[in-house]
């Protein structure tokens, strides 16, 4: 049996290097900008904000200092869960140092003045910029939650603690929380802004 072999034209072969290389090229990139955006970007859930006989949930945001000397802050974004943003703000936090927020007070300025939100969702950037309508993100911060949770058996409420989880954080996510972010400042009149939680009670 003859087999025949097949050639392709040299010019052929030059485009289809070059397309592979691209391609090649733009997965590196790709890649490489998920992974440098690894360790700034942490997002945690809230549930039961509010309800009769729930405990308030706290959230604890840690600068161990160690990749940024310096102090950085934390870019909070508070998401309801329709995904409309009810609050931002950015708290420096010095290396060591611990921010401890109740969530009942992340959440009682709503810029969308559609009441505090009962469940949803708590963004965290890491930044060095220390501005939550344009983040400079820089690894460091560490950041837990406790969350509330209703037991169907004891028809009472059970708490738990988890580590925030570490997310990449892409230009889109970045540009559209810093962006509804800014819109609130500009149009909330105060409203929106949680900046009061800045300062840990430590209660």
């Not at 925030?164 to 962006?179: I, R």
Request: negative net charge; proline residues 5%.
């Amino acid at each position: 049996m003859h087999v025949s072999k097949i050639h392709l034209p040299t010019r052929a072969l030059a485009i289809r290097f070059l397309l592979y290389g691209a391609l090649a090229f733009a997965l590196v990139l790709a890649f490489s900008g998920v992974a440098s955006a690894q360790d700034t970007y942490r997002v945690t859930y809230f549930d039961f904000n509010g309800a009769t006989g729930a405990p308030d949930a706290i959230v604890h945001i840690l600068n161990p200092g160690v990749v940024n000397p310096g102090q950085l802050c934390a870019s909070i974004y508070v998401w309801r869960n329709d995904q409309e943003l009810s609050e931002c703000c950015s708290c420096p936090i010095t290396p060591n140092g611990l921010l401890r927020i109740r969530v009942s007070q992340l959440t009682n300025n709503p810029g969308d003045h559609a009441g505090n939100p009962f469940a949803g969702s708590i963004a965290i950037i890491s930044d060095s910029a220390c501005d939550a309508t344009n983040p400079t993100p820089t690894a460091d911060l560490r950041s837990w939650a406790t969350h509330i949770n209703f037991n169907t058996f004891t028809e009472g409420f059970d708490v738990t603690e988890t580590a925030t989880l570490d997310t990449p954080l892409s230009d889109g996510e970045k540009a559209e929380a810093s962006g509804r972010c800014g819109f609130i400042r500009i149009n909330g009149s105060g409203a929106g802004r949680c900046d009061r939680v800045c300062v840990s009670t430590g209660a």
